[in-house]
């Protein structure tokens, strides 16, 4: 029975990644090239741009706090995904921070979104918005299913949560 819902979900999973669209600039803005220079955490990082540095949070996504279980893993995640590598910044807004929220895409892969299918991020539903937010929860909920990264844990906290809490 398990395995019938697994492959069921597998195959909603593969139908709604068809229908989804993948990055556009009429959706997302201008893309912006970047090397990225070195990381803060889980779901924030800094680029270089024209000589310039750029402190980024990656939009959409969640990782554990610093002092939360898994923040070191999703740190070190994002590192080797990215760090020293050409990329291309889709820029959402500015935060109160002045640090750029955005989606990063290196050699084909959304980033924010490898965080989440790796069960390293979760998606953060008070600011992903959007179309492909569905995508990103349906991905959750598999790295959910299979206990990937965080969701091998007892009893996750979503950061937004854990910082009410400590």
């Known amino acids: 029975m398990r395995r019938a819902g697994i492959q069921i979900f597998s195959y909603l999973l593969a139908v709604q990644l068809c229908l989804l669209a993948s990055w556009s600039r009429a959706e997302h803005g201008n893309p912006l090239s970047v090397v990225v220079d070195y990381v803060i955490d889980g779901d ?3 680029v270089q741009r024209n000589g310039k540095e750029m402190e ?18 999703a740190k070190e995640a994002l590192k080797r995904l990215t ?3 050409e990329g291309t910044l889709y820029v959402k807004y500015r935060d109160r921070y002045e640090r750029y929220v955005a989606v990063l895409v290196i ?13 390293l991020s979760w998606v ?3 600011y992903c918005d959007e179309l492909v937010c569905q995508r990103w929860e349906l991905m959750q909920a598999e790295a959910k299913t299979n206990r990937q990264g965080l969701w091998g844990g007892r009893n ?6 854990w910082k009410g809490i400590r």
Do not use: F
């Open 107 to 119: 050699d084909g892969l959304t980033i924010n979104e490898e965080l989440v299918k790796d069960g």
């Open 156 to 161: 996750p906290v979503p950061p937004w949560r």
């Open 56 to 73: 980024v949070r990656l939009w959409g996504v969640d990782a554990p706090e610093y002092d939360q279980p898994y923040s070191a893993r």
């Open 124 to 126: 953060y539903g008070r």
């Open 83 to 85: 760090e020293g590598q």
């Open 44 to 46: 924030s990082l800094v």
